[in-house]
C-alpha cells in the first residue's frame, strides 16, 4: 500500500507564493527505501513535464525556466517533499504532481494538486 498526500495548492495572484507538500505513506514506505523525490506539473494543453528533483542527500535540479524561484526541499524523517514556489507567473498555472521513486525501480504518482495563478 502506497499513498502520496499532496497539498498546498490553489489560487494565488501573480508574483504570490504557495508551498506544496507531498507526504509518502502506507506499507510501501519508509524513512529507508525512498530514493529520489520530485515534481511534476502539467498545464492546460501541455504535457507534464520535471519541475525539480531531489535526492536523497538532498541533491537538487531544476529545469532552467524555474531556477530562482522554486526550491525543492525534503524531510527524510516525514518522507515529505516540498516545493516552495515564488514570484508565480500565469504560465505557472498546472496540476503539480508529486513523484517518489524508491530504491530500485519503483515508482510513485500523487493524484496533483490545482495551482492557478490569476489576478
Known amino acids: 500500500q502506497a499513498q502520496l498526500a499532496e497539498s498546498g495548492g490553489g489560487l494565488v495572484q501573480p508574483g504570490g507564493s504557495l508551498r506544496l507538500s507531498c507526504a509518502a505513506s502506507g506499507s510501501a514506505f519508509n524513512i529507508c527505501n525512498i530514493n529520489v523525490m520530485a515534481w511534476y506539473r502539467q498545464g492546460p494543453g501541455k504535457e507534464r513535464g520535471l519541475v525539480g528533483i531531489?535526492?536523497?542527500?538532498?541533491?537538487?535540479n531544476y529545469i532552467d525556466s524555474n531556477k530562482g524561484r522554486f526550491t525543492i526541499s525534503r524531510d527524510n524523517a516525514k518522507m515529505t517533499v516540498y516545493l516552495q514556489l515564488n514570484i508565480l507567473k500565469p504560465e505557472d498555472t498546472a496540476v503539480y504532481y508529486c513523484?517518489?521513486?524508491?530504491?530500485?525501480?519503483?515508482?510513485?504518482w500523487g493524484q496533483g494538486t490545482q495551482v492557478t495563478v490569476s489576478s
Open positions: 531531489i535526492t536523497r542527500d538532498g541533491g537538487t
Open positions: 513523484y517518489v521513486k524508491k530504491f530500485g525501480e519503483y515508482e510513485y
